[in-house]
């Protein structure tokens, strides 16, 4: 049975940085496209950042360019996104999501399988 | 980027409507798009991928079609586990992945 666990959220300071990470079991990380996907107090589902099946390639929405890195841990089986310079919209429960394609990139199916969320909020 | 808008916003119905949601992308994505569902305080989940094609586990009354840049969502007969939200995402061109902005489905 797949299963995501997020961890890492809290209250950080305007400014500040936090580091999420998301265990994964029942498949190999590795495999597979993983994302984060985030979702404001009240608001719609927004695409954070991609890295694609092997790691090789890293993708991230504009708004948080440059500010958060994704990154993973095979030998954990583990996703992370470290988070700097973090702004009052970041403020949203962060979903890790495994994209549904095997061994493919990036895959055109969606995300199969998400985790529960970790919720960050950011302010002084 | 690729628009996402989906209509309507919210939608009342009763156990046993049938309803109807719609997705229209700024482009044309042939049949890439998928549906989640997603319950107040829980992560979504994926219904539908490439338009049509329903994901494992999730009952028949669940159905998707559309191709180009017009999609829909039908339930054939609302169920009280049916309420919630539904969002659709293209999975066309990346960067970014899209997502359209919700439709709540309430109790009537």
């Known amino acids: 049975e797949v299963q995501l666990l997020e961890s890492g959220g809290g209250l950080v300071q305007p400014g500040g940085s936090l580091r999420l990470s998301c265990s994964a079991s029942?498949?190999?990380?590795?495999?597979?496209?993983m994302n984060w996907v985030r979702q404001a107090p009240g608001k719609g589902l927004e695409w954070v950042s991609t890295?694609?099946?092997?790691?090789?390639?890293?993708y991230y929405a504009d708004s948080v360019k440059g500010r958060f890195t994704i990154s993973s841990d095979d030998s954990k089986n583990t996703l992370f996104l470290q988070m700097n310079s973090l702004r009052g919209d970041d403020t949203a429960v962060y979903y890790c999501?495994?994209?549904?394609?095997?061994?493919?990139?990036?895959?055109?199916?969606?995300?199969?399988?998400w985790g529960q969320g970790t919720t960050v909020t950011v302010s002084s | 980027d690729i628009q996402m808008t989906q209509s309507p916003s919210s939608v009342s119905a009763s156990v046993g409507d049938r309803v109807t949601i719609t997705c229209r992308t700024s482009q044309g994505i042939s049949s890439w798009l998928a549906w989640y569902q997603q319950k107040p305080g829980k992560a979504p989940k994926l219904l539908i991928y490439a338009a049509s094609i329903l994901q494992s586990g999730v009952p028949s009354r669940f159905s998707g079609s559309g191709s180009g840049t017009d999609f829909t969502l039908t339930i054939s007969s609302l169920q009280p586990e049916d309420f919630a939200t539904y969002y659709c995402?293209?999975?066309?061109?990346?960067?970014?992945?899209?997502f359209g902005q919700g439709t709540k489905v309430e109790i009537k």
């Open positions: 995402q293209q999975t066309n061109s990346f960067p970014p992945w899209t």
């Open positions: 890295i694609s099946a092997g790691g090789g390639g890293t």
């Open positions: 999501a495994k994209d549904m394609s095997y061994a493919t990139l990036i895959g055109q199916y969606g995300m199969d399988d």
């Open positions: 029942g498949f190999t990380l590795s495999n597979y496209a």
